[in-house]
């Protein structure tokens, strides 16, 4: 069981950068999948970036490579999602997530996200 809370969303200009955190508590959370997922007026919610915090190992949308980077620090149960040159259609009301794996990640099981955070809002201007 692990519960998220995100922050530091607001707003931003095109060229600037934000970074988002997602906090985490419960015992098992090094062991999970966090996921970064968004949501814009009228679209689905897609996935955004992704971390294993036991490894490392981070996954990025097409759309963010290069731009954004997820990272972590284990030791205060955060992770983070740094947003370099962001751009308008970054607006997005953006969610963390627990997952066991990040497969769950990779392969849009976004049902398999059992653990989501309230969200926050990222607005991103000319």
């Known amino acids: 069981q692990v519960q998220l809370v995100e922050s530091g969303g607001g707003s931003v200009q095109a060229g600037g950068s934000l970074r988002l955190s997602c906090a985490a508590s419960?015992?098992?959370?090094?062991?999970?999948?966090i996921g970064w997922f968004r949501q814009a007026p009228g679209k689905e919610r897609e996935g955004v970036a992704a971390?294993?915090?036991?490894?490392?190992?981070?996954y990025y949308a097409d759309s963010v490579k290069g731009r954004f980077t997820v990272s972590q620090d284990n030791a205060k149960n955060t992770v983070y999602l740094q947003m370099n040159s962001p751009k308008p259609e970054d607006t997005a009301i953006y969610y963390c997530?627990?997952?066991?794996?990040?497969?769950?990640?990779?392969?849009?099981?976004?049902?398999?996200?059992?653990?989501w955070g309230q969200g926050t809002q990222v607005t991103v201007s000319s």
């Open positions: 419960g015992s098992a959370y090094s062991a999970m999948c």
């Open positions: 971390i294993y915090a036991a490894r490392f190992t981070t």
């Open positions: 997530a627990a997952a066991r794996s990040c497969m769950s990640w990779v392969s849009h099981r976004n049902y398999e996200f059992n653990h």
